[in-house]
Every structure is written in structure tokens, then in C-alpha cells.
Antibody
């Protein structure tokens, strides 16, 4: 079955760029939406952004244009960059596939399955 | 800044029934978007529990059930078991601003 694995530095300095990659195995990245979700320590879940395999994107406006999500179909991967990070960006970052009904071309009815195991990223000098 | 509100905690004795509410608004649940539920055990990624308001993925016990009405949804757990102690999150889509998937505030279920 499809499995997702996050990779990237676990420690990022304030004002620098957080970079994470999600590798999809056991299936193709094509025909799906893919998403990055984060969970700050002791807090709830927040969708950062999602991307269609063709490259169209949507972002959480609360991040004020600091995020970029992209997909690399040749590597079966998608990535997240978060710029100008602060301590408030310290969180476990999950990648996930958006599962949806065949008739739901927009993905608006979608749900997240499967999830990666999560990557803890700490922002600290 | 979750737009879906859940009670912080619910509890019940083994074998009892508990219910978790998820309250949204006219730009998400009330707009007709589906509600999905996840279970998160400590230190582990969330796991899909219910999709499309009331559907269980294979492998999820039928003790878990979901429903949706108006601007709210509910997750019920019947025959509560010790292994059900976890955090539970609802999720939907919100069409305000640029549109995005949104989660509930989360509910901690404690088995007494």
C-alpha cells in the first residue's frame, strides 16, 4: 500500500528556511492532491498547504505567503519550504495524501489518508 | 485558529457510550462539505477513523460511528475500550478566504 516518509533537517535557525520532502512509495503521485499538515507541541492540527499532482496549489492564509509547496513527479515526491521561520513554527510536520471520491475533482470533500510518520522540526538558534 | 469547535475532553467507563461534537459554520460543514474523523494516539500520526461523514475504512471497528446535521457533526464510540483513549479530531473544508482543509480543536477521550 502507499506509504509516505518525511525527510529534512530537524533543527532550523530563526529567520532561515525550513525545507521538508515527502517521498511517496507503493503508488504514484499522479491523480492525487497532497498536503502538509503540522502540529505544534501539545496543540491541534493545521493544514499548511496542498498541491495537485499537476502543480496547482493552495495555502493557509495565516502563513502570510511564507510557504511554498511543490511536486516532483519524476521523483514521486512533494516538498514544503517555509521561509523566515520563528519559534512559533516549531512543530511536528506531517505529509498526507488527500483521498477523495472519483466525482470530487476539486478535492473539497477529501480526507487525509495515509499520513507520514511525522518529522519534528525545532526552530532555535 | 481552528474553525471547527470540539469539546476539550470527554470521558466514560469501559463499555459505555461517548459522543464528540464538531461544530462549524456556513462556510464549512453548513456549506455541505463532508466531515471526517481521525484518532491520534500519543506520539503517533493521526489515523483515519471515519470518512464522508459516516463511512468506516476497513479495519475500523463498528463501535465507531459518525453523523452530520446542519453545521455540526458527531463521532460516537459505543462499548468504550481502554485502547480508545486518544485524541480525536474532526476535519472538513472551508470555502472562506482561499479555501482550505480545516481541523477541529481536538478532543481527549479518557477511559475511566
Amino acid at each position: 500500500q502507499v506509504q509516505l516518509q518525511e525527510s529534512g533537517p530537524g533543527l532550523v535557525k530563526p529567520s532561515e528556511t525550513l525545507s521538508l520532502t515527502c517521498t511517496v512509495s507503493g503508488g504514484s503521485i499522479s491523480s492525487y492532491f497532497w498536503s502538509w499538515i503540522r502540529q505544534s507541541p501539545g496543540k491541534g492540527l493545521e493544514c499548511i498547504a496542498y498541491v495537485y499532482y499537476s502543480g496547482s496549489t493552495n495555502y493557509n492564509p495565516s502563513l502570510k505567503s511564507r510557504a511554498t509547496i511543490s511536486v516532483d513527479r519524476s521523483k514521486n515526491q512533494f516538498s514544503l519550504k517555509l521561509y523566515s521561520v520563528t519559534a512559533a513554527d516549531t512543530a511536528v510536520y506531517y505529509c498526507a495524501r488527500v483521498q477523495r471520491y472519483d466525482y470530487d475533482s476539486s478535492g473539497y470533500l477529501g480526507w487525509f489518508d495515509p499520513w507520514g510518520q511525522g518529522a519534528l522540526v525545532t526552530v532555535s538558534s | 485558529q481552528s474553525v471547527l469547535t470540539q469539546p476539550p475532553s470527554v470521558s466514560g467507563a469501559p463499555g459505555q457510550r461517548v459522543s464528540i461534537s464538531c461544530t462549524g459554520g456556513d462556510s464549512n460543514i453548513g456549506a455541505g462539505y463532508d466531515v471526517h474523523w481521525y484518532q491520534q494516539l500519543p506520539g503517533i500520526a493521526p489515523k483515519l477513523l471515519i470518512y464522508g461523514n459516516s463511512n468506516r475504512p476497513s479495519g475500523v471497528p463498528d463501535r465507531f460511528s459518525g453523523s452530520k446535521s446542519g453545521t455540526s457533526a458527531s463521532l460516537a464510540i459505543t462499548g468504550l475500550q481502554a485502547e480508545d483513549e486518544a485524541d480525536y479530531y474532526c476535519q472538513s473544508y472551508d470555502s472562506s478566504l482561499s479555501g482550505l482543509y480545516v481541523f477541529g480543536t481536538g478532543t481527549k477521550v479518557t477511559v475511566l
